[in-house]
């Protein structure tokens, strides 16, 4: 059950820092940039271009952070099916 949870606020945190990078200024070429972006891309679940809105930063907001809920809302429901199985 806190396995379940750790991953999916892990997942949700690597978007907030994926959204973080884009917003703000930040170093393409940096290596956790690039392994963040990396691994951001794998965990937006395909919602990375859901949205197609005219600014590219908020268009990142709005995605990823979608990406970030449905993490955090979907890891809490299986933490809590678990809980509700197990003896």
């Known amino acids: 059950m806190w396995a379940v949870k750790v991953v999916s606020?892990?997942?949700a945190l690597v978007l907030a820092l994926y959204i973080a990078f884009r917003i703000f200024p930040t170093n393409p070429a940096n290596s956790l940039v690039q392994f963040v972006e990396s691994v951001a891309t794998t965990l937006s679940l395909g919602m990375s271009d859901l949205?197609?809105?005219a600014d590219a930063?908020?268009?990142v907001?709005?995605?990823y952070g979608l990406a970030a809920v449905v993490w955090l809302v979907?890891?809490?429901a299986v933490a809590s099916l678990?809980?509700?199985v197990s003896p």
Do not use: K
């Open 57 to 59: 930063r908020w268009q």
């Open 9 to 11: 606020r892990a997942a």
């Open 74 to 76: 979907l890891g809490s």
């Open 61 to 63: 907001l709005v995605n």
């Open 82 to 84: 678990i809980r509700r």
């Open 51 to 53: 949205f197609r809105l």
